[in-house]
């Protein structure tokens, strides 16, 4: 690979790597001009949506240049962002060896704020307040935090195997109106309405929402659209598995 | 203590959650906390001078962007990172879940309500945050432009 080649597989491996951890298109539009006036590209045409990228430029020495990136799941991971867009900001501060880029880039793809313990707990916090923050007692605060658990366990072994955003949801809100309204069975005092609620706020597409009234300002409607449209079928998945489980436990119990 | 001091704390706890979450390092989750409760906050006060829940999801979320957006420049990092946790306790989880009530229990009258409602939250926050936003990239894209070229 040539000099030009792995300029412009870094500029696209940096805008990939914000796409794909949660950054709003017109961030990774902006990162992406920016970086390629850096390398001194000139004439920078990037178009990005949520699954694509496609840069056009034209190198020092005139020839034209096309590359594009598929980006195909969206995991949020704001450090990563966070981290990608001060590296970027000291490469437009001059910083343009690319072996130092290379060795910031792997130790941004490593880097992990929280141990996957960490991230329990961030569930059972996340959750166990929301319930209380709906209204309910301490009770069943308590009993959202071992449901918040569970859903991160089958989250993560369900990842493995699976891409599909849509399906996880329809899994997992089944699985927490399930125990749910075992536990309401169990316990006549739990309010098993505010349990769901609580832990339900763990699987609304809150990112994919914020993301896109933010692109649809900036005027990437296409992308405002699409994250929109991907946050409707992610709340109307959390509603299938709702009512599936429902439809059969309301019968039962 | 009372239940607004109740909801208030525990949407900053909970946004502390959600900000970890979303993998946002420790150093920048007092931002986070802040944020949500001050959108819980705003979303009380303007409810109770207004009267209108729509009013109060649309104030909450116009100040939760000023205050993501001046926290970004001061602190150099992307507005998302601190918006997203901010915003999460506005976000109508539990509209959304009556919705889904009434539709299972075939009670027409719960299921419109909350729909209706669930609507108008989305719509607010949309607005709210709108309003701010469009000023800022007034600003900030003829500056950017300047400096790109």
Same mark, same amino acid.
């Given at each position: 690979?040539?000099?030009?080649?792995?300029?412009?597989?870094?500029?696209?491996?940096?805008?990939?790597?914000?796409?794909?951890?949660?950054?709003?298109?017109?961030?990774?539009?902006?990162?992406?001009?920016?970086?390629?006036?850096?390398?001194?590209?000139?004439?920078?045409?990037?178009?990005?949506?949520?699954?694509?990228?496609?840069?056009?430029?034209?190198?020092?020495?005139?020839?034209?240049?096309?590359?594009?990136?598929?980006?195909?799941?969206?995991?949020?991971?704001?450090?990563?962002?966070?981290?990608?867009?001060?590296?970027?900001?000291?490469?437009?501060?001059?910083?343009?060896?690319?072996?130092?880029?290379?060795?910031?880039?792997?130790?941004?793809?490593?880097?992990?704020?929280?141990?996957?313990?960490?991230?329990?707990?961030?569930?059972?916090?996340?959750?166990?307040?929301?319930?209380?923050?709906?209204?309910?007692?301490?009770?069943?605060?308590?009993?959202?935090?071992?449901?918040?658990?569970?859903?991160?366990?089958?989250?993560?072994?369900?990842?493995?195997?699976?891409?599909?955003?849509?399906?996880?949801?329809?899994?997992?809100?089944?699985?927490?109106?399930?125990?749910?309204?075992?536990?309401?069975?169990?316990?006549?005092?739990?309010?098993?309405?505010?349990?769901?609620?609580?832990?339900?706020?763990?699987?609304?597409?809150?990112?994919?929402?914020?993301?896109?009234?933010?692109?649809?300002?900036?005027?990437?409607?296409?992308?405002?659209?699409?994250?929109?449209?991907?946050?409707?079928?992610?709340?109307?998945?959390?509603?299938?598995?709702?009512?599936?489980?429902?439809?059969?436990?309301?019968?039962?119990? | 203590?009372?239940? &607004?001091?109740?909801?208030?704390?525990?949407?900053?706890?909970?946004?502390?959650?959600?900000?970890?979450?979303?993998?946002?390092?420790?150093?920048?989750?007092?931002?986070?906390?802040?944020?949500?409760?001050?959108?819980?906050?705003?979303?009380?006060?303007?409810?109770?001078?207004?009267?209108?829940?729509?009013?109060?999801?649309?104030?909450?979320?116009?100040?939760?962007?000023?205050?993501?957006?001046? @926290?970004?420049?001061?602190?150099?990092?992307?507005?998302?990172?601190?918006?997203?946790?901010?915003?999460?306790?506005?976000?109508?989880?539990?509209?959304?879940?009556? @919705?889904?009530?009434?539709?299972?229990?075939?009670?027409?009258? &719960?299921?419109?309500?909350?729909?209706?409602?669930?609507? &108008?939250?989305?719509?607010?926050?949309?607005?709210?945050?709108?309003?701010?936003?469009?000023?800022?990239?007034?600003?900030?894209?003829?500056?950017?432009?300047?400096?790109?070229?």
């Amino acid at each position: 690979m040539n000099e030009t080649d792995s300029k412009i597989a870094c500029i696209l491996d940096i805008g990939q790597m914000l796409l794909s951890n949660g950054a709003d298109v017109n961030r990774v539009e902006d990162t992406t001009m920016r970086l390629s006036s850096a390398f001194d590209f000139r004439d920078c045409q990037v178009h990005a949506i949520n699954s694509s990228i496609i840069l056009t430029l034209t190198a020092p020495d005139e020839t034209i240049i096309t590359r594009a990136r598929r980006i195909t799941r969206i995991d949020t991971d704001l450090d990563k962002v966070d981290a990608l867009n001060d590296l970027s900001r000291k490469i437009c501060a001059g910083m343009n060896d690319m072996k130092s880029i290379s060795v910031e880039m792997d130790r941004i793809r490593r880097a992990a704020p929280y141990s996957p313990f960490m991230m329990y707990f961030a569930y059972a916090v996340a959750a166990g307040f929301f319930t209380l923050f709906f209204g309910g007692t301490w009770m069943d605060m308590l009993c959202s935090v071992p449901i918040a658990l569970l859903l991160r366990f089958v989250k993560v072994e369900l990842s493995h195997f699976n891409d599909n955003k849509m399906v996880d949801n329809i899994i997992l809100s089944a699985i927490l109106t399930f125990c749910a309204l075992v536990g309401q069975h169990l316990f006549p005092l739990l309010h098993s309405d505010l349990v769901i609620i609580g832990d339900i706020m763990l699987l609304i597409p809150g990112l994919a929402f914020c993301n896109s009234i933010h692109d649809m300002v900036m005027g990437d409607t296409i992308s405002g659209v699409l994250s929109m449209f991907d946050a409707v079928l992610r709340a109307l998945s959390i509603a299938i598995g709702y009512v599936a489980v429902w439809a059969v436990m309301g019968r039962l119990l | 203590m009372r239940p &607004e001091l109740i909801q208030i704390l525990s949407a900053g706890v909970a946004g502390i959650g959600f900000a970890m979450i979303f993998h946002i390092r420790p150093r920048h989750l007092p931002a986070a906390f802040l944020g949500s409760a001050l959108s819980w906050v705003l979303y009380l006060l303007t409810k109770q001078v207004w009267n209108s829940n729509a009013i109060g999801m649309m104030f909450a979320a116009l100040g939760v962007t000023v205050y993501s957006e001046v @926290c970004a420049r001061i602190l150099r990092m992307p507005v998302s990172v601190i918006y997203t946790p901010s915003v999460i306790p506005l976000i109508p989880g539990g509209h959304l879940y009556y @919705c889904m009530r009434g539709f299972v229990t075939d009670s027409h009258a &719960e299921f419109v309500k909350y729909g209706s409602m669930l609507l &108008e939250d989305t719509l607010s926050i949309v607005l709210g945050t709108m309003v701010v936003l469009t000023f800022v990239s007034a600003i900030t894209q003829k500056r950017n432009r300047k400096n790109i070229r």
